[in-house]
């Protein structure tokens, strides 16, 4: 057990340092930020070696130490594979592999959005007086700004070819949803102002 502990820890402490060398790398010239990723690589191979036998020190204490070692093994081995296979994908094409959670936090951001701009198109704003003093969809402008650029900054991330069209779609819909209440908007306000001089 103590030396499974220390190789997880030995493999830990490399990709962290791993991380922090590429994180590095992003503000050097291409000509370094290359040879670093070739150093990487090289040492990847060795890594690899360790994580695997690693593997098989997991699976040997986990069949003969019951479910006590079980419990404790798993966790460890499962954030290891997780946290290596991150590393090798960021090694290997020179990108983060963007966390899950991300993508489906934008998902669900987007969403969030999409839904009130659609009732709003569909209902046609309902606007009193005080409303023609200012654009109603202004309160949303940050909103949709921000979810674009965040769409853009995942874009460039992502490796996925699918997943990239995929927010790029919804960028597009959250755009054109957004640009469709401001007309809407801009008609009635100009119809409104003349039915408020009669």
Known sequence: METFDQNVDHITKWIIQADALLDESEKKKPQQKEDMLKRLKAELNDVHRKV???????????????????????????????????????????????????????????QKLLEPLEAEIQQGVNLKEEDFNKDVSEDNEGTVKELLQRGDNLQQRITDERKREE?????????????ALKVKEAWQWSNGRRGLQV
Do not use: W, Y
């Open 52 to 110: 695997d036998s690693t593997h098989d020190q997991a699976a040997n204490l986990m069949a003969n130490h019951g479910d006590h070692c079980r419990k404790v093994i798993e966790p460890k081995i499962s954030e290891l594979n997780h946290r290596f296979i991150a590393i090798s994908h960021r090694i290997k094409t020179g990108k983060a592999s963007i966390p899950l959670k991300e993508l489906e936090q934008f998902d669900s951001d987007i």
């Open 167 to 179: 927010i790029k779609i919804k960028q597009q819909l959250l755009q054109t949803k957004h640009n």
